[in-house]
């Protein structure tokens, strides 16, 4: 049976079992855990959690539902994440390899998984939805079971809302798709939102606008000049003026300490554009989409984004709706691939991470 990738809280799932990200001592951790926890029947979960004692990082265990609509919970002891170099994701493979081991054990036909330890555990989100994919993707290639990863929620799409706004007023413009595709190939498709006809009728809709581009916009403040200029950052820029866009991506990566095996997860890109990268560096040239998602991965400023944009002879438009949410995500650090992709598709453009 194929994996499915919903929208939905996760104790809500009508499958027999739902997981859980548990932690490793018999207390109730925040996040998932405590909502599991509140559905399920918090002073009966809470007892048989505590009679089950300590548990190891990446082992599981398995307890009734209760009041849930899952017949059980199986409860994955979720790894905090340090820094990525103490073993996290092993530990984090073998929460589902030890969940999925389990659900078998106990003739589990139907399972829905959050994203384990991305939440209050600090795992990066697109490193764990990595892991996700590859150990269910691999469980289900010799076992049949229903299997349900919930990616998305409204919390984790929140600051989302916020474009709303911006994406209507563009939405207006007779520009847009003629410019969406000359710099992306493929045209807007708007899907049919009621809220955003909703917003549209509403006096206040231009409100709403001034006030999210007023909160998205730095404070206007007076300069402060003995901070006097940085000398090493001028003769950076001097220095790498000429670079073309592989050359200078592998700059900014070494100066953001980050690796191009590491964008394959934080950015999303694939192990080929990372081979052409490397092998190609001086004549790299990626689509623009690509660029984008290189300067998310890369976790650069706006600044920085518009100045490795240029290098591959791109530059943000302020008619391009794609832009517009890249800008947006960038202008708040907000370096979510998967809040990225998410918001893309929900307006009728292709997502990164198309399942």
């Known amino acids: ?119 209050g555990f600090g795992y990066p989100r697109a490193y764990g939805l990595r892991v996700a994919l590859d150990e269910i993707n691999a469980f289900l290639i010799d076992h049949e079971m229903d299997i349900n990863l919930v990616v998305f929620d409204e919390q984790s799409t929140e600051l989302a809302t916020k474009l709303h706004p911006q994406i209507e007023a563009l939405i207006e413009d007779n520009e847009v798709r003629a410019s969406q595709k000359k710099e992306y190939g493929f045209a807007v498709t708007f899907p049919s939102l009621p809220f955003m006809e909703r917003r549209r009728r509403s006096k206040s809709c231009e409100l709403d606008a001034m006030v999210c581009f007023s909160a998205a916009a730095p404070a206007v403040q007076e300069a402060d000049y003995d901070e006097g200029i940085d000398e090493d950052e001028l003769h950076n820029r001097i220095k790498h003026v000429a670079d073309p866009f592989g050359v200078y991506l592998l700059y900014l990566a070494e100066r953001q300490g980050k690796t191009l095996t590491e964008l394959e997860n934080t950015a999303w890109v694939s192990k080929h554009v990372v081979h052409n990268v490397k092998k190609k560096t001086d004549t790299y040239k990626p689509d623009k989409r690509t660029a984008f998602q290189f300067a998310l991965g890369l976790e650069l400023t706006l600044d920085d984004t518009r100045d490795l944009l240029s290098r591959a002879g791109y530059a943000i438009s302020p008619s391009a709706l794609e832009d517009k949410i890249w800008e947006f995500y960038i202008e708040n650090e907000h370096y979510d691939i998967i809040d990225v992709s998410d918001s893309l598709e929900k307006y009728g453009l292709k997502p990164i991470i198309d399942f």
């Open 1 to 119: 049976m194929p994996l499915r990738i919903v929208r939905n809280d996760i104790t809500k799932m009508n499958t027999e079992a739902i997981v859980n990200t548990a932690g490793s001592k018999p207390i109730v951790g925040t996040g998932c855990d405590t909502a599991i926890y509140n559905a399920a029947g918090y002073e009966k979960l809470l007892k048989a959690r505590e009679e089950i004692g300590t548990v190891a990082e990446g082992e599981a265990f398995i307890t009734p539902g209760f009041e849930l609509q899952a017949r059980y919970i199986i409860h994955a002891v979720s790894p905090l994440y340090i820094d990525g170099d103490h073993g996290e994701e092993d530990k984090l493979r073998n929460c589902y390899k030890n969940s999925l081991a389990l659900a078998l054990k106990n003739n589990i036909a139907s399972i829905s998984f959050p994203l384990i330890a991305t939440g």
